[in-house]
């Protein structure tokens, strides 16, 4: 959500803040912005729509030692030129700005009653508030000056005009980290931005403030006392960026799940058992306590927790609770004693879910918590007991494929450590293992309905509403898949429980209702054949994705897409791969942006 590239360097830097917003526009793409200082003079480039139309701004003329730029997702104010960042304040600060400051009208009538706003947003008062206090302290002070009126959340860069070599920045609740480059430093929301310059990461910490130029990085804390911050060195490469050969993003990740699932269970089950130590060091307090287990997160690692609460309560007969974050963090609840709290998210940023775990921190009810988590440097990451990462690699597709099944993945290999005080007996955690290493195999398989589905998709795609049926852990995957259409194809899909359909959506399905159902062959097989007859019999069209020895065949009013997922605990990770496949072939037959869809971004960081 947002993105911030800013250089400071001995050489022109334009080049690197316009290839550090390319990599950067899947966290937003609504409008972008570069502001570079040249002969004393903030020259500030914005456009309306992606970076690309930016870049149409930009001459030979324009070029720097010294900048900074944002790629926007709206939060206040419409997308806009004049709502694009960076803003500029008395011709002499500008600044951009990820997350929202939640005070901003009390700090203009506070502060600023005089003062001349161009722009609907709450981060152009940012510029004009640190102007306000540039008038009588340094460029530091007035940041950290303006930072301690402000309530919300920040990732910030500033530069002054009269301060020429150097880009403040600011950090509260929004990423924001520092790249070590040779004559040369930069700043950025997310890594992958600057992997083509350096790999040496300084990552800031909630209330740091930091100065950096092309010869040094100064990091101070929320007291503005000098301090140092571990230099890490990432695994990123840059083939992250690149599409490999494959037309879309969502496409190339789709593909990767196979590898991708391989790496997050390598080295994590030895002779068929997944030791304990996966969770690192602060696990064993927890895991002898533990009574309970509460699962936070949000879309499509929320439907990740969906499936990890039935394996934890069917496997391991451990109770579990999964809510999304956003509500569980405003609602009273009454928690167990003994709580174990997992948190799901790729990013390892999400507002709604990292908010909620500030809160449960204060509550002494929880013996631990644990995130599950695709980012091993993110804020959820640093701040849970523990984490099992998932190593998915770097997802650049808005809608998340791979993300989904290295997180079921992940925990399913939790469910079996956790489980083990439980009811995973030795038996079942051998044939638990022996299922997930067979995965990126079937996954492969499930992938060679690419075309069957393609073809699918021609009669799916000018459909207006879809429905997706599925029981028992597969209705998350059902919920999954109606997201992912909704998501890049726009069309209007909805999940539900398959013995729901009779308690009143049944009404809405007839011949152009085009029903999508999940049929794994389990203990509700049977039951969910029944509601499948009672779509037939109002004529509405079934397309079934079936185990093969499910027993359906296809007719005149159904059609079967058959795959090889034994009746075992892991096969809703291999049912996700056809309905992501139907989405991103519904998508390019309508002609939307696929790794780019309407309204959204990756990684939310506002609440
Ligand atoms: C959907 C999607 C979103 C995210 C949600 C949570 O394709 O990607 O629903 O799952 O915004 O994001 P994370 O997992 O980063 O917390």
Redesign the pocket.
């Known amino acids: 959500m947002c993105g911030i590239v800013a250089a400071a360097s001995k050489t022109n830097v334009t080049d690197i803040l316009m290839a550090g917003l390319k990599h950067l526009e899947y966290r937003g793409y609504d409008s972008a912005g570069i502001a570079i200082l040249k002969n004393n003079v903030l020259n500030n480039y914005r456009q309306k729509g992606n970076v690309e139309e930016l870049g149409k701004l930009l001459d030979a003329t324009a070029n720097s030692n010294i900048g900074i730029a944002h790629t926007r997702w709206a939060t206040h104010g419409k997308p806009s030129k004049e709502n694009a960042h960076p803003h500029i304040a008395n011709d002499t600060i500008a600044i951009v700005h990820n997350g929202i400051i939640e005070n901003y009208l009390d700090i203009k009538n506070k502060f600023l009653k005089n003062y001349k706003f161009l722009s609907d947003t709450d981060s152009e008062i940012l510029a004009h508030l640190i102007n306000h206090f540039s008038k009588d302290n340094e460029i530091l002070d007035a940041v950290h000056l303006a930072m301690a009126e402000v309530q919300g959340s920040y990732a910030l860069a500033v530069l002054d005009k009269n301060n020429p070599d150097k880009i403040i920045v600011a950090r509260n609740g929004s990423p924001l980290l520092i790249g070590l480059g040779e004559e040369k430093n930069f700043i950025a929301s997310d890594a992958l931005a600057l992997i083509e310059h350096t790999n040496r990461f300084v990552y800031l910490e909630d209330g740091d403030l930091a100065t950096v130029s092309s010869e040094e990085v100064k990091i101070y804390d929320k007291n503005k006392k000098n301090i140092r911050r571990e230099t890490k060195k990432s695994s990123l490469s840059l083939n992250s960026h690149s599409k490999d050969g494959y037309d879309h993003f969502m496409l190339k990740e789709i593909f990767e799940q196979p590898n991708a699932v391989k790496s997050t269970i390598e080295n994590r089950i030895i002779n068929n058992v997944v030791p304990k130590e996966i969770l690192g060091p602060n696990a064993a307090e927890y895991l002898e306590k533990f009574k309970v287990v509460q699962i936070i997160?949000?879309?499509?690692?929320?439907h990740a927790a969906l499936v990890a609460k039935h394996w934890l309560e069917r496997l391991a007969g451990i109770p579990c609770h999964a809510e999304i974050a956003s509500e569980f963090r405003y609602r009273r609840h009454a928690v167990q004693k003994d709580t174990l709290l997992i948190c799901?998210?790729?990013?390892?940023?999400?507002a709604?879910?990292l908010s909620a775990l500030r809160e449960i921190k204060k509550e002494d009810y929880y013996v631990g918590t644990i995130a599950v988590c695709?980012v091993p440097e993110s804020s959820?990451a640093r701040e849970c007991d523990s984490t099992l990462i998932t190593h998915a690699g770097p997802e650049i597709g808005?809608?998340?494929?791979k993300?989904?099944t290295t997180?079921l993945t992940a925990l399913m290999l939790l469910v079996i450590v956790l489980g083990k005080r439980f009811e995973i007996t030795p038996d079942l955690e051998n044939s638990l293992c022996m299922q997930l290493k067979t995965l990126p195999d079937k996954i492969k398989s499930t992938l060679a309905l690419d075309q069957k589905i393609a073809e699918l998709a021609k009669i799916f795609s000018d459909k207006e509403h879809a429905l997706f049926l599925g029981r028992g852990s597969h209705f998350p995957i059902a919920r999954e898949g109606a997201?992912?259409l909704k998501?890049i194809s726009y069309i209007h899909a909805e999940a539900y429980a398959a013995g729901e359909l009779k308690h009143g959506p049944l009404a809405i399905v007839d011949e152009n209702m085009p029903v999508v159902a999940v049929a794994p062959n389990n203990v509700v097989l049977e039951k969910l054949k029944s509601n499948l007859e009672e779509v037939k019999a109002r004529g509405g069209k079934l397309y079934i994705f079936a185990d093969k020895k499910a027993g359906f065949k296809s007719d005149e009013i159904s059609q079967v897409f058959e795959i090889d997922a034994p009746m075992n605990p892991v096969a809703p990770i291999l049912f996700t791969i056809p309905l992501q496949l139907l989405a991103y072939h519904c998508a390019i037959i309508k002609g939307t942006n696929v790794d780019m869809p309407r309204n959204?971004a990756?990684?939310?960081t506002v609440e």
């Open positions: 997160a949000c879309g499509t690692s929320y799901i998210s790729q990013s390892g940023e999400t709604d879910t695709n959820l808005v809608a998340s494929t993300a989904f997180q997201l992912k998501e959204l990756k990684s939310v």
